[in-house]
């Protein structure tokens, strides 16, 4: 685990690096010809950062040692379209790490940052995982469940998972 990176909660300055985080977390840095600014254009996606600093807003930033630049983020904000029905109304989340900062235990420590700042907020949060993505085992370990399953926005599978954390 990384102890040395910093916590902090999100900002509307941080607008900005959540678009980089998206591109990473819908994983089009795994497709070919794909950029940042390609996410900006997906009207599913743009709806998870697009003006960010609403109200309801919440998200934790990882701040690098030494350098003080970003290098992960989790956050959530209620979508006009659910990924469910088994999740309508709740915010969703999305968490993501730059290359060559996986594996340390900023994706445990962002999501624990993020539930811990939302309780109080919200009754409970979602979020949508590719089948094939291990980060799965991260949100059941934390407590996330599964309650429904979609076809992704690329046309494969994922799974709906709720965190019940109550008011």
């Known amino acids: 685990m990384d102890n040395q990176v910093v916590m902090r909660c999100a900002t509307v300055a941080d607008e900005t690096f959540l678009w980089r985080m998206l591109y990473h977390a819908s994983h089009m840095d795994r497709q070919p010809d794909r950029t940042p600014d390609d996410a900006r254009r997906d009207p599913y ?4 950062v697009e003006g960010w600093g609403r109200a309801g807003d919440l998200g934790c930033v ?4 030494g350098t003080g630049q970003p290098v992960g983020a989790a956050w959530l904000r209620v979508l006009p379209k659910p990924i469910g029905p088994e999740v309508e109304g709740l915010p969703e989340v ?3 790490v730059l290359p060559g900062y996986e594996g340390r235990g900023l994706g445990t420590r962002l999501l624990t940052c993020l539930v811990d700042a939302a309780r109080g907020m919200y009754p ?3 979020l949508s995982v590719r089948h094939d993505n291990p980060a799965r085992r991260l949100y059941e ?6 309650v429904g399953d979609v076809v992704n926005r690329v046309g494969g599978r994922s799974y709906v998972m709720r965190l019940d954390i109550g008011l």
């Open 124 to 126: 409970a949060l979602a």
């Open 62 to 65: 990882a701040i690098a040692p």
């Open 141 to 146: 370990r934390l407590g996330f469940v599964t």
């Open 45 to 48: 996606l743009a709806a998870y």
């Open 94 to 96: 999305a968490t993501a």
